[in-house]
């Protein structure tokens, strides 16, 4: 076996053995958020996944997405200045290991948001499930908040289907002040 199909093979065979049914890395907009998600439909109907199920891994991945389009540092530039539309760097992996589902995400932060982050998702574990449904259903009525670039339910939403209180970490800050965010969310 070559060099090339050697990699190929021992990447196949990892991502066998993690049952991994989706991974993604690279830059992220709301055009390929879009594309991704169909993918995402389709490896959850293959999978055997039960409609209520498919439902919140699709809320779910899209609400990770979104995120990353909305908070990673790390902007794709052409030529010094921003892209139209916004397309920022992360990753997202979902895999399943014995009918459970776990949506994976990263992406790098400043410093500022990092500790946005931590306080948001902090208080949203403490949170009962039914507190957490409470505040969804609150939140839909209220005004998004100013320092929201969405209608503020991202981690609301994905707290609220996920059967489990989110996991969360950052990594030590880089020389530049970014740390990487990670977040898994079990379905």
């Known amino acids: 076996m070559s060099g090339i199909q050697q990699e190929w093979a021992e990447f196949n065979s990892y991502v066998e053995r993690r049952d991994i049914i989706f991974y993604y890395v690279g830059y992220f907009s709301q055009t390929i958020i879009a594309a991704m998600a169909d993918a995402v439909k389709l490896r959850a109907e293959h999978t055997g996944a039960v409609a209520q199920t498919r439902r919140k891994l699709f809320s779910s991945f899209i609400e990770m997405a979104q995120n990353i389009v909305h908070y990673s540092s790390d902007l794709h530039e052409k030529e010094g200045k921003a892209t139209e539309p916004s397309m920022r760097h992360g990753a997202v992996f979902i895999s399943a290991t014995e009918g459970r589902y776990y949506l994976h995400c990263a ?21 009962t499930i039914d507190e957490i449904k409470s505040e969804y259903k609150e939140m839909l009525r209220s005004e998004t908040p100013p320092d929201s670039k969405g209608a503020g339910l991202g981690f609301l939403t994905v707290a609220r289907d996920a059967s489990a209180p989110l996991d969360f970490e950052f990594s030590a800050p880089d020389a530049d002040g970014t740390s990487t965010f990670y977040l898994r969310a079990t379905i």
């Open 107 to 127: 992406n790098p932060v400043d410093a500022d948001m990092a500790e946005k982050l931590r306080i948001k998702l902090e208080r949203l574990r403490s949170l």
